[in-house]
C-alpha cells in the first residue's frame, strides 16, 4: 500500500469514473487501474462496483476511503508543519463558507488573500453547515467559515465577528409602521424564510421560538431572493446585519431593528483539531477582521491571536 493508491482511490471516489480520475491524477487509465486492483488484492477486498456507471462504491469501500482521505490530509499535515517551521505561506489550501455570509464576505477576502497571501493556492466553495461539517470532519476541506457555536468536541471555533438581525417589510405590511420589531408579537403566517438545510433558517426559527408545524411557510434559497420575494409579495423577512449594504436606498428604507436585547449571530473560523498552520491560521483571521465593520468585533476579540 501507498501514498498513491489512497490518491487513486480518492479520486476514483470523487469522480465516479476511472478515465477522469486518471486524468485528474495525471496517470493513464491503465495505471490507475492496475495500481487499485494491487491496493484490492492486498487488502482482500473490493472497493469498487465496476459493473456500475457512474462506478458505484460499496460499504466497506466507504469506510476505506474515508480512512485514505484521513491518511491523506495526515501526510499533508506533516509536510505543513515542516512549512510552518520556515514560516511559509504558501501551498494549497480548501475551505468553505456558509450562503448567508459569503456574498458580502467572500469579494473582500479574495482582494485580501491577494495581497497578504500571494503564493496560497485557495479554492473557497459555499456550502451548507450540514455539508461542511461532514467535510472538515473527512478531511476533504481544512476551513470554514459558519454561523456557531457547533458544539462538536471534534472541531476548533475562533469567533470572528457578532452580527445582528434586522427585519425587512412590505410596505404594504401592518409591521411597516412600527419603529421597531418584537420578535414575541411577529404574524409568522406573512414570514418568508430559507429553506430547509440553511443553519440561517434554523436561528431564525429560533428567534421566533416557533416549530415548523405552527404557522404557514413560505421558503426561497437564498436573502436575495427573500428581499425580492418580500418587495413583490408582501409580508416580511429577517436578514443578517451584513446583507444591508446590498440594499438599496429605496429597499433601506422598509429596514427594521429588533427591540429589546437584539437577536444575534456569532460568526466563527472551524478547523479539526489537528490544524497546524498557525501563522496561515492568524493571517487569514486577521484578513477577515479587516473587512467586517469594528463596531461587530467583539473588543476581546479584536487584538486575539490564535495559539495551536
Given at each position: 500500500m501507498n501514498i498513491q493508491q489512497l490518491e487513486y482511490i480518492v479520486a476514483v471516489d470523487q469522480y465516479r469514473h476511472f478515465a477522469r480520475a486518471a486524468?485528474?491524477?495525471?496517470?493513464?487509465?491503465?495505471?490507475?487501474?492496475?495500481?487499485?486492483q494491487k491496493l484490492e488484492d492486498e487488502l482482500g477486498v473490493e472497493i469498487f462496483d465496476r459493473s456500475r456507471t457512474p462506478v458505484g462504491v460499496n460499504k466497506v469501500g466507504e469506510m476505506i476511503i474515508t480512512q485514505?482521505?484521513?491518511?491523506?490530509?495526515?501526510?499533508?499535515?506533516?509536510?505543513?508543519?515542516?512549512?510552518?517551521?520556515?514560516?511559509?505561506?504558501?501551498?494549497?489550501?480548501?475551505?468553505?463558507?456558509?450562503?448567508?455570509?459569503?456574498?458580502?464576505?467572500?469579494?473582500?477576502l479574495f482582494g485580501e488573500f491577494r495581497r497578504?497571501?500571494?503564493?496560497?493556492?485557495?479554492?473557497?466553495?459555499?456550502?451548507?453547515?450540514?455539508?461542511?461539517?461532514?467535510?472538515?470532519?473527512?478531511?476533504?476541506?481544512?476551513?470554514?467559515?459558519?454561523?456557531?457555536?457547533?458544539?462538536?468536541?471534534?472541531?476548533?471555533?475562533?469567533?470572528?465577528?457578532?452580527?445582528?438581525?434586522?427585519?425587512?417589510?412590505?410596505?404594504?405590511?401592518?409591521l411597516y409602521s412600527s419603529e421597531y420589531v418584537e420578535a414575541s408579537r411577529l404574524d409568522y403566517s406573512r414570514m418568508w424564510i430559507l429553506e430547509e438545510g440553511h443553519c440561517f433558517r434554523d436561528q431564525i426559527l429560533n428567534i421566533c421560538h416557533r416549530s415548523l408545524n405552527t404557522y404557514q411557510q413560505y421558503e426561497a434559497g437564498s436573502i436575495e431572493t427573500l428581499i425580492n420575494v418580500v418587495d413583490e409579495n408582501g409580508g416580511f423577512t429577517i436578514f443578517p446585519e451584513l446583507h444591508l449594504p446590498m440594499l438599496s436606498?429605496?429597499?433601506?428604507?422598509?429596514?427594521?431593528?429588533?427591540?429589546?436585547?437584539?437577536?444575534?449571530?456569532?460568526?466563527?473560523?472551524?478547523?479539526?483539531?489537528?490544524?497546524?498552520?498557525?501563522?496561515?491560521?492568524?493571517?487569514?483571521?486577521?484578513?477577515?477582521?479587516?473587512?467586517?465593520?469594528?463596531?461587530?468585533?467583539?473588543?476581546?476579540?479584536?487584538?486575539?491571536?490564535?495559539?495551536?
Open positions: 486524468k485528474h491524477c495525471g496517470v493513464s487509465q491503465p495505471t490507475l487501474s492496475m495500481m487499485i485514505a482521505r484521513v491518511v491523506l490530509y495526515n501526510i499533508k499535515q506533516l509536510r505543513e508543519i515542516a512549512d510552518s517551521s520556515r514560516e511559509s505561506l504558501q501551498g494549497d489550501l480548501e475551505m468553505s463558507i456558509i450562503p448567508t455570509v459569503a456574498p458580502y464576505l467572500l469579494p473582500k497578504r497571501l500571494p503564493s496560497l493556492r485557495c479554492k473557497v466553495s459555499e456550502m451548507k453547515t450540514s455539508v461542511i461539517m461532514e467535510k472538515l470532519k473527512s478531511a476533504e476541506i481544512e476551513l470554514a467559515i459558519v454561523a456557531t457555536p457547533l458544539s462538536d468536541p471534534d472541531i476548533l471555533e475562533v469567533p470572528l465577528y457578532y452580527e445582528r438581525f434586522l427585519a425587512y417589510i412590505s410596505p404594504s405590511d401592518e436606498p429605496e429597499q433601506q428604507k422598509n429596514v427594521r431593528p429588533f427591540s429589546g436585547d437584539e437577536p444575534r449571530r456569532e460568526i466563527s473560523l472551524v478547523f479539526r483539531m489537528d490544524f497546524v498552520k498557525e501563522k496561515l491560521l492568524n493571517t487569514i483571521v486577521s484578513s477577515i477582521k479587516s473587512i467586517i465593520p469594528q463596531n461587530m468585533i467583539d473588543p476581546r476579540l479584536s487584538k486575539m491571536r490564535v495559539k495551536l
